[in-house]
Nanobody, 122 residues
Framework: VQLQASGGGLVQAGESLKLSCVAS????????MGWFRQAPGKEREFVAR????????MYTDSVKGRFTISRDNAKNTVYLQMNSVKPEDTAVYYC????????????????WGQGTQVTVSS
């Protein structure tokens, strides 16, 4: 299983950015996928997740109302739309997938992508 994240870059505070993550092979099935991030000198933290079948979502408090996670089941792709970004959103963003409900519910994803850098300037 491979997760390929893309879409990171350098943006100014208040701007928008959209991250994408494609899971392969196409036969890969997942209970849910999510986005995590790790800022320099900090531990990796949960950002958002989405149930692959139901589409229900969950966000960490600091991004609620600004970020939106979505998925395209046909393309095996999960997205993270980031609006009104702030300098504190600067981090390497990782997409991840969970193969069962227990892992998904506990945010202990068992598949990880390589990460994409997001830098927000003030």
């Amino acid at each position: 299983v491979q997760l390929q994240a893309s879409g990171g870059g350098l943006v100014q505070a208040g701007e928008s950015l959209k991250l994408s993550c494609v899971a392969s092979p196409r036969t890969f099935t997942t209970y849910g996928m999510g986005w995590f991030r790790q800022a320099p000198g900090k531990e990796r933290e949960f950002v958002a997740r989405i149930d692959w079948r139901l589409g229900s979502t969950m966000y960490t408090d600091s991004v609620k109302g600004r970020f939106t996670i979505s998925r395209d089941n046909a393309k095996n792709t999960v997205y993270l739309q980031m609006n009104s970004v702030k300098p504190e959103d600067t981090a390497v963003y990782y997409c991840a997938a969970a193969s069962n409900r227990a892992l998904y519910a506990s945010k202990n994803m068992n598949y990880w992508g390589q990460g994409t850098q997001v830098t927000v300037s003030s």
